[in-house]
């Protein structure tokens, strides 16, 4: 049982650290940039988790997750040229990645007490607080942004984990299914380019237009 | 009294996850996307402080924070459309929050026996982050390097509460006149586009600049 | 050798606040946005450090860093009009700063009985992070991503750090050879261009050209 969950966080940092090191690749960084932003990305939704929990943080006493980053980002750096769309491989390690620490960070949560709702937040935030630096070092629009489904499946994916342990269930049970509900909703958003009904207002008005409505100032001077 | 800080609490949670949630709505999100921009907004900035203090993180123990949270997006993903301008009502909520986390965040550093300008310093920023968290997210220029008075609102809030409570005046008192300073400062500065004066030299060369003066490397292959 | 250290922290963070004020004066922020900046900047790296050590964070119990960040980041505010070109001015001061919190971040995790890869980690992450908190806030491309050298300074400092400790040779020594090794690299790097092979492969595709390819949903609406 706690080999199982040490081999679901292992995977879990190991994906997310391949998603970064694929972003790297993409800003053609150095080696030690793939690692850099490998290992942020691999390590950085558990550390938010731990940190507002207020548990040590888990990769700190137990180095087995940096080797598994840095050697993960390496491998990529070396290996990035095969594939044959990156942004892709991107999509997908992240999906998985995403559905892992919806349920690893909800789990956490209630080991420590907290109250179901917050394990569900938990499991949201440390889902895509990863994603969300990986993106934001990188550059490009935080995926959480796009149109397809994303927080919904870290939502789906912690909501099932925690309500089936509230009733009772095993939680090696309750965590697969999460997992599974998480990654499937997410992995036919992607396939399918599912969609949940977005806010139907128009979108927001550019910096321009805001600027001669008068409500942002003019910059007298350029 | 603690009833009146819990509420204070609440309401600057509160105003900061609709500002949150009209950023999502401006960038036409789901209502998931909704809830985790609000919740993300609300929270952020006092889960900074928490863990800058090293105290319990305010909203872990208490689930009414985060439900506040939730209802408010959800809310404001059916509304949203009765808004006239998000972008105004979300500087007007923004100026709204930075006021109450200004004094709630140099309160609670000197309930934890900070120096005073630490308390200041830990008010600006708790004001402050929840804005640029949800401003980095949403991919817009954050408040703060807008051109009129927004930092110095925080500022003078914080300093002005922390101010009279080393003066010995009544906690709640100082918070009311903290609040008051903040808010005016910042409702006259977008009332009114008053701002300071600005750095007078020049503004930063562009990166093509800089790169035909040599201060940045050439890319070679594009 | 616990006033060296005072004072080699205090010159980070010193160092690290006047380039988050050089941003400021490039975005041509008021002098609160200079302060805030500058503080961030320069008091990040160490905060990121210690809260992930779940040590005290630094500045909070020692207001002499805050004083310092205050002082020094006011005083750019007037005297940055002198400065020929402010960014290769941040760049310098981002080197020495990068250099100096290599191994003051590792030291600091060894001093907790962190695993030596585990401080080589924390050296990087804290080296690097003051300036992306700064780029980010700005709006610029963060300095990592750039393709001169610059991750690989922080490490290489941070390396040679551990591996002297770790033979024992004394913390002083130890941290002066880390420095002088991470600040060279990067003065070098700086200085001639040099960067190390970057990933071989293409650049990553434009949100176009994935739109295209079917990897990113189309957006219907506009």
């Known amino acids: 049982m ?3 969950l040490s081999i679901a966080d292992h995977m879990a940092v190991a994906v997310f650290a391949v998603s970064g090191a694929l972003m790297a690749s993409r800003k053609q960084m150095d080696i030690f940039g793939f690692i850099l932003l490998g ?3 691999g390590v950085g939704g558990g550390s938010l988790r731990d940190v507002l929990l207020d548990a040590p943080v888990f990769w700190i006493a137990a180095p087995g997750y940096a ?3 840095i050697v993960v980002s390496a491998a990529t750096f070396f290996l990035a040229h095969l594939v044959q769309s990156r942004f892709r491989v991107i999509l997908w390690f992240d999906a998985v990645g995403l559905a892992l620490f919806a349920v690893l960070g909800a789990g956490k949560a209630l080991s420590l007490d907290a109250a179901p709702i917050i394990a569900v937040v938990m499991g949201v935030m440390s ?3 990863g994603g969300i630096i990986r993106d934001v070092l990188g550059g490009e629009v935080p995926l959480l942004l796009r149109r397809e489904i994303y927080v919904t499946a870290a939502l789906m994916g912690a909501l099932v984990y925690v ?3 509230e009733l009772g ?9 999460g997992f599974v509900v ?3 909703i997410r992995a036919l958003a992607l396939h399918r380019g599912w969609s949940l009904p977005a806010y139907k207002g128009r979108p927001g008005r550019s910096e321009n237009e805001l600027r001669e ?4 100032l003019e910059d007298e001077e350029e």
Chains 1, 2, 3 share one sequence.
């Open 2 to 4: 706690h080999d199982l």
């Open 39 to 41: 290992t942020v990305t």
């Open 67 to 69: 080797v598994t980053c």
């Open 127 to 129: 889902a895509t607080f």
């Open 163 to 165: 309500v089936l342990v």
């Open 169 to 177: 269930i095993d939680v090696v049970l309750a965590g697969g299914a």
């Open 182 to 184: 998480g990654f499937l």
């Open 213 to 216: 409505m008068g409500i942002l």
